[in-house]
């Protein structure tokens, strides 16, 4: 199980891009990166996820270099209500059981 | 779509009292569901991983017979509090996957608070 490490908080400005970098050294080959947001009080919500290079929609953009040990969360002009915990998970599609949250990133976004 | 539901949202009860959490996957069939529990300002921690059918596989440190788990259907899973302590309160949350999509789609959460 490969163990992600995060920055525990982050600061911005609105119409700012935030880049969230997210380390798993341990990365397995079957393994995919995948992102949550998570309000106050609220269960996650599915951002994005990828298993290799740039992926896109309509929320962020994740970049994967392509040794994988690392991945990157790009949140586009952020505003206000981007203030939330992000977590970055690191899993294998066919461990259904091995989705497990690290300590995630707290962002706060200023105005 | 991919909508998974939890009741109740918010419940306070006694000591001693048992307490049940439903969650449901609204527009798909569940194969795998998930509940979580998260204390304040900290991180999700897998409790269980419930497949329909089957028990569940409960994580290291998880009582098994405190925290019951039932995955009768595809789109109900049931947690059940038994004997709630102040100690088990916390937000619980579940989540729910189909067939072999990797992406788990959470419920909103139920906050639990035990006197």
């Known amino acids: 199980l490969a163990k992600t490490t995060q920055p525990i908080s982050m600061d911005s400005y609105e119409g700012q891009e935030v880049n969230i970098t997210c380390s798993h050294n341990n990365i397995a080959t079957n393994d995919y990166i995948t992102w949550y947001q998570q309000f106050p009080s609220q269960g996650p919500r599915f951002i994005i996820q990828g298993y290799k290079t740039k992926v896109t929609n309509e929320v962020a953009s994740l970049f994967i270099p392509a040794d994988r040990k690392s991945s990157t969360l790009s949140l586009p002009r952020v505003s206000l209500s981007d203030t939330a915990v992000y977590y970055c998970?690191?899993?294998?599609?066919?461990?259904?059981?091995?989705?497990?949250f690290g300590a995630g990133t707290r962002l706060t976004v200023k105005p | 779509g991919a909508v998974v539901s939890q009741h109740p949202s918010w419940v306070i009860c006694k000591s001693g009292t048992s307490v049940k959490i439903e969650c449901r996957s609204l527009?798909?069939?569940?194969?795998?569901m998930f509940w979580y529990r998260q204390f304040p300002k900290q991180s999700l921690m897998l409790m269980a991983t419930?497949?329909?059918?089957?028990?569940?596989?409960?994580e290291q440190g998880v009582e098994k017979d405190k925290f019951l788990i039932n995955h009768a259907s595809l789109t109900l899973s049931t947690l059940t509090v038994t004997s709630a302590h102040p100690e088990d309160s916390s937000f619980y949350i579940c989540?729910?996957?189909?067939?072999?999509?990797?992406?788990?789609?959470f419920g909103p959460g139920t906050r639990l608070l035990v006197l």
């Open positions: 419930s497949n329909e059918g089957s028990k569940a596989t409960y």
């Open positions: 989540s729910a996957r189909y067939d072999s999509q990797e992406t788990q789609y």
């Open positions: 527009d798909f069939q569940a194969t795998t």
């Open positions: 998970l690191v899993g294998d599609i066919l461990w259904v059981n091995d989705m497990r």
